[in-house]
């Protein structure tokens, strides 16, 4: 049984890991849990998310909207999430509106990739990449992890 938070309205619902979460609904707003793109969270948002996230790995990517790299990295970042969802929840995270959450990530450099698989950190990687890219080094970080 996975737990998702809903990214609606952080509602907390339970999917049998045999059914396809792509697909689910929030029993609280009825929303999609998942709908092929990344979700903006604030630093608590993201500490719910991988509080919450039982079964599925977070990718969280670290950006700021000055950062010519980053911008570069979003439309890439998007196609990344219609691949990787429901196996893994894409968020990403403003370093300029939540500096502190950009701080105690120990966020250096951006654009920045984190991967979380029950709240704690599997993999990061600092430098815009594309989807493919994106997709590839979270496969591989993920199936490192399970080995």
């Known amino acids: 049984m996975r737990q998702i938070l809903c990214p609606a309205c952080a509602a907390l619902n339970r999917a049998p890991d045999a059914r396809d979460a792509s697909t689910a609904k929030c029993g609280r707003c009825g929303q999609r849990l998942f709908h092929g793109r990344p979700d903006e969270v604030s630093g608590e948002e993201l500490m719910a998310h991988l509080r919450s996230n039982s079964g599925i790995a977070v990718l969280l990517d670290v950006w ?11 439309p890439h970042f998007v196609a990344a999430a219609r691949q990787l969802e429901p196996e893994v929840r894409l968020l990403k995270l403003n370093s300029e509106a939540d500096p502190a959450a950009a ?18 950190v599997l ?24 080995a």
Do not use: K, Y
Not at 64 to 74: D, L, T, V
């Open 64 to 74: 700021a909207p000055w950062c010519g790299p980053c911008r570069m990295m979003g």
């Open 103 to 120: 701080a105690e990530l120990g966020i250096s450099g951006i654009p920045t990739l984190i991967l979380f698989r029950d709240g704690r």
């Open 123 to 146: 993999a990061r990687q600092s430098g815009a990449m594309s989807a493919n890219q994106i997709v590839a080094w979270t496969t591989q970080a993920l199936a490192q992890a399970a």
